[in-house]
């Protein structure tokens, strides 16, 4: 297995992973804060099987610029993981890709690597992490907050009250960020529906860290809001949203 780590330079060349065509408008949008992220630490690998195909990836960043609502100042934050296709899943791969955080953790001389798990979707469950030796430190809702200390006498990460936030926004409302490249497809589809179904969307892109740990959403990164209640907490379809509103007009 080969780790490649992933930088503005080279990004063209082997993607991010979860997006590989260069050409779309997603990757574009994920380099651009791809490259404004570099300075505050954020790192991006790739794990490379022998036979040269790409396997899977790992993100992560100090944590007082984590994208997520995390307390986890002196911490290592991870922001995604995945192993695709699923016949690496149980290769090690992503234990190896986690590994590779810690070290660098212990390297940086940082209080340890942290992670936001779900059952739901588009985050990684519990098991990967408790495989290498991660507890869980905290949970809020759907969420549960897995760390591994390297550096005795630290104080441990927790979670932020994104619920508390929600009785602000009132109306539609759809906050969004570009950490995740499959939003810029996501959010004009959602956009167009909202137009199509007379529904008035008032939407923001979430442009700093420091918004993103202050997000009215578990993810951080993605809410879809009506009345003071969260409806999504991540990316979903146009028929998804659809019935959304049909259900919530009752319609």
Known sequence: MEIVNITTENASKHSFFCIKNTK??????????????????????????????????????????????????????????????????????????INDAINDAQKTAKSGVCAMASQGPWIAT???????????????????????????????????????????????????????????KGVKALINTATEMGIKLNVKQIESAEEARQSPSGFGIFALIHDGKLLEDHYISKRRFETIIENELGI
């Open 126 to 184: 519990n098991k990967v992490f408790s495989k290498t030796g991660f507890t869980k430190v905290d949970n809020r809702g759907r969420f549960e907050l897995m760390a591994l200390q390297t550096k005795e006498n630290t104080k441990a990460p927790k979670l932020l009250d994104w619920e508390s936030k929600l009785s602000d926004y009132q109306g539609w409302h759809l906050l969004y960020a570009d950490q995740c490249p499959w939003h810029d």
């Open 24 to 97: 779309e408008a997603g990757f574009h949008a994920k380099l651009n804060w791809f490259k404004k992220r570099q300075k505050e630490g954020l790192k991006l690998k790739v794990a490379y099987a022998d036979d040269g195909k790409q396997i899977g990836f790992i993100e992560y960043v100090p944590a007082e610029f984590a994208w997520r609502p995390v307390d986890a100042r002196d911490w290592l934050f991870i922001h995604c993981i995945m192993v695709y296709p699923n016949k690496y899943r149980h290769s090690g791969t992503a234990i190896y890709l």
